[in-house]
């Protein structure tokens, strides 16, 4: 009895085995798949959380080598007449030393253009953004901080306005706050973005005035008939044109487009879609893997069909 009872259990216990096997195998294979298409959704495919995100593009200074090379601000002002872009903003990276009792901290920031808040559909979580008339000079002492920056220095966001804080150039006064999440739009190695200038207040008149002092990031807006094609060939005309003008600083040099956040997601593109296929691969590997499970079970059973057909079973 104890016998038949052994080989009824260790039967029952195959399929158990088998059954773990299998949901194991489908479970790792399917939630990698799954992993990587959520990533890939959200990181590549969703659009970028701006007002007609797909007409935002940014154009570069171009070199054989270099395809992305930031502008000078007197080819910001050239870039401003191509008629294929509807709006045309810029940024520079901003590095500020913020003194304080607890002693120094260098604050990333952009200084940034007058339609800039505006092209990116920004409005402050508190207080207001910048005046027209504190983009240009003599209003050096204005800044917009944001969210965290505000909550952890003045506690919250409604407590820094008005509120000033030293830097290694002078005091600044919050005017306004951005919302969370916000972190500018600069795309290279640089820290989290904390600040936001007007862009005058930041690069010096010395410097606005030199074509080889490259510092700055274009931001334009395809207008609604306009196509991407259609602006770079105003912006190859362009280029031909400054590199007769100014030999110096544009002779072998292009002018390129490209969609808002493609140097960023061009490098994760490639990355993600090899491992979305070695996920794919992963979960063939499971499947392979149940299949063989199934059929070895199958076999193991074979001798028992055998020998209930013999006896008349259906």
């Known amino acids: 009895m104890s016998g038949r009872l052994w080989d009824h259990r260790a039967r029952l216990a195959v399929p158990r085995r088998l059954t773990v096997a299998a949901i194991a195998c489908f479970a790792i294979g399917t939630a990698s798949v799954g992993t990587m298409v959520t990533l890939i959704g959200s990181a590549l495919v969703r659009p970028l959380p701006f007002p007609h995100a797909e007409r935002l593009v940014r154009v570069w200074v171009s070199e054989p080598e270099a395809p992305r090379l930031e502008l000078s601000y007197p080819l910001l002002e050239r870039l401003a007449d191509v008629t ?3 709006a045309f903003e810029a940024t520079a990276r901003v590095r500020l030393l913020v003194t304080g009792e607890e002693g120094g901290r260098r604050v990333e920031g952009e200084g940034v253009t007058p339609g800039y808040f505006e092209l990116l559909g920004l409005r402050p979580a508190a207080g207001r953004l910048f005046t027209p008339e504190e983009y240009g000079l003599g209003h050096e002492g204005v800044v917009v901080i944001g ?3 505000a909550r952890e220095r003045f506690g919250s966001a409604a407590a820094a306005l008005g509120e000033s804080f030293a830097t290694a150039g002078g005091p600044l006064v919050v005017v306004g706050v951005l919302p969370a999440g916000f972190t500018g739009t ?3 190695d640089a820290g989290e973005i904390e600040l936001w200038q007007p862009i005058d207040h930041y690069v010096s008149a010395e410097r606005r005035a030199r074509w080889d002092v490259a510092a700055i990031w274009a931001l334009g807006r395809l207008g609604p008939g ?10 190859a005309s362009l280029a031909t044109r400054l590199a007769e003008e100014q030999p110096a600083t544009h002779e072998g040099r292009g002018l390129a487009l490209e969609p808002l956040g493609e140097n960023w997601r061009a490098p994760i593109r490639r990355g993600s879609y ?11 590997v499971a499947a392979a893997n149940v299949s063989a499970l199934l059929l070895a079970a199958s076999l193991a059973r074979s001798r028992v069909r055998a020998v209930q057909r013999a006896l008349g079973a259906p």
């Open 84 to 86: 294929a872009f509807d």
């Open 147 to 149: 969210e965290t920056f």
């Open 186 to 188: 600069v795309e290279d």
């Open 226 to 235: 306009a196509d991407a094609e259609e602006a770079r060939a105003e912006l």
């Open 274 to 284: 090899l491992l979305l296929a070695a996920a794919l691969g992963l979960l063939l």
